[in-house]
Structures are given as C-alpha cells and as structure tokens.
C-alpha cells in the first residue's frame, strides 16, 4: 500500500506594507516567480508554501524606495514578517 504524507501549508505574511505595494516572491537567486500581487488592497501579504526553500523578496511602490531581501529561508511554522518602507525623497 502506498501512503501519502501531505505536509501542511505554513505561510510568511509581510506587515506593515503601504497601501498599493508590489509584492513579488522568487527562488533565491533566479527570476523564477513564486507568488506576486500587484498593488496590495491591504496592509500585508501572505505567501504560502510547503517547501522550505530559500527565496527572494521584492517590496517595490512609486515614491517609497524598493527593498529586497535575499535568500530568506522560511521556517516550519507561519511567522509575520514586519516590513519598514522609507520614504523617496528623490522621488517624483
């Protein structure tokens, strides 16, 4: 008899983000898209997965300057990630 093991979903939810944030998540290292949102309605963002591979981060919006966290590697229970984004002030 074959026995399947489905490892549950966890997720990373990003806080704290601006109204209107791109949020773009990819295998660390690659231009491969795991998940993405264009212009969040709300405050935060949650990626879900089962697999714990490393991944990049992208948080880009018009006139706050564009973060990126490099090779994050999610845990095996759901976290909240608190996102800080600063405003451009040589954007116009």
């Known amino acids: 008899a074959n026995i399947t093991?489905?490892?549950?979903?966890?997720?990373?939810?990003?806080?704290?983000?601006q109204i209107g944030t791109d949020v773009v998540i990819l295998a660390?290292?690659?231009?491969?898209?795991?998940?993405?949102?264009d212009q969040t309605s709300g405050t935060t963002f949650a990626y879900t997965y089962t697999a714990q591979d490393a991944i990049d981060i992208g948080i880009i919006k018009p006139g706050y300057v564009t973060q990126y966290i490099y090779n994050l590697t999610p845990g095996a229970t759901s976290a909240n990630l608190p996102i800080v984004q600063q405003f451009d002030r040589n954007y116009s």
């Open 28 to 37: 660390t290292g690659t231009d491969t898209v795991l998940d993405s949102v």
């Open 5 to 17: 093991i489905n490892t549950p979903a966890v997720a990373i939810t990003l806080t704290g983000l």
